[in-house]
């Protein structure tokens, strides 16, 4: 297999409520709701950086497509990172995450490993890591 992700899906239990977080809370572009025209085709993209796709799909649709039961969520089964060029803007995204819906999990602060980060659930309880890396450079 080669590295060619280019989708991130994450099951959402209200499609107009996550799109809300993400596009007005976090600023997140996108043309909104489309496919609605399709039984259970109504998702949301967001382009991000480097042509990487985060789909919003309803949770109910993302189990029939993939042909597995639907089972309660949990938050600890991976986490979202996003990479921000300072200390302060791991500050600036966490307290507009807050802000918009999301629920810290645990304040940014100095980790162990040499970088600041901090983690919040949003309103579907998916985790996000923000987190700046003196180590990494961030391209724009």
Known sequence: MKPRIKVITIGVSNLENA????????????????GAEFEDGAVVFFNLNDD??????????????AKIPLSPPGPAELSLGHI????????????????AGATITDPAHDRFWGGYSGYFQDPDGHLWEIAWNPAWEVKE
């Open 19 to 34: 799109l809300a977080f993400y596009r007005d809370g976090l600023g997140l572009p996108t043309e909104g709701i489309v």
């Open 84 to 99: 921000v060029n300072s200390k302060q803007e791991v500050d600036a995204i966490m307290q507009q995450a807050e802000k």
């Open 52 to 65: 990487l796709i985060l789909a919003l799909y309803p949770r109910t649709a993302l189990a029939k497509d």
